[in-house]
């Protein structure tokens, strides 16, 4: 089992920056792809980004690339969304999410947390 917590999650306005973060425990968190999911009120949860257990492969959605950034410290067990230039449509609740392999994507989320509100007004 690896239980997530994220944080970092709030209300900004259109143009600023937020940092999410998510605090893994339990099972070894370096073995683990990890990732960020994303969903909007009256939509499907969506795959925004996500990172190989080593670090060395990322993805992002077409919607976020250039903006947000992916990243992880294993020894914190921790890992980061680095969300700039945040726009109207950014706004949902994020979810970070692990997957029992090393690298794919996109993830499938084998475990996730209980996600974190992120606001953006206009």
């Known amino acids: 089992q690896v239980q997530l917590v994220e944080s970092g999650g709030g209300l900004v306005q259109a143009g600023g920056s937020l940092r999410l973060s998510c605090a893994a425990s339990?099972?070894?968190?370096?073995?683990?792809?990890m990732g960020w999911f994303r969903q909007a009120p009256g939509k499907e949860r969506e795959f925004v980004s996500g990172?190989?257990?080593?670090?060395?492969?990322?993805y992002y959605v077409d919607s976020v690339r250039g903006r947000f950034t992916i990243s992880r410290d294993n020894a914190q067990n921790t890992a980061y969304l680095q969300m700039n230039s945040l726009k109207p449509e950014d706004t949902a609740v994020y979810y970070c999410?692990?997957?029992?392999?090393?690298?794919?994507?996109?993830?499938?989320?084998?475990?996730w947390g209980r996600g974190t509100q992120v606001t953006v007004s206009s």
């Open positions: 990172i190989s257990s080593s670090g060395r492969a990322r």
């Open positions: 339990g099972r070894t968190f370096s073995n683990y792809a």
């Open positions: 999410a692990a997957d029992v392999v090393s690298w794919r994507s996109p993830l499938l989320g084998d475990y």
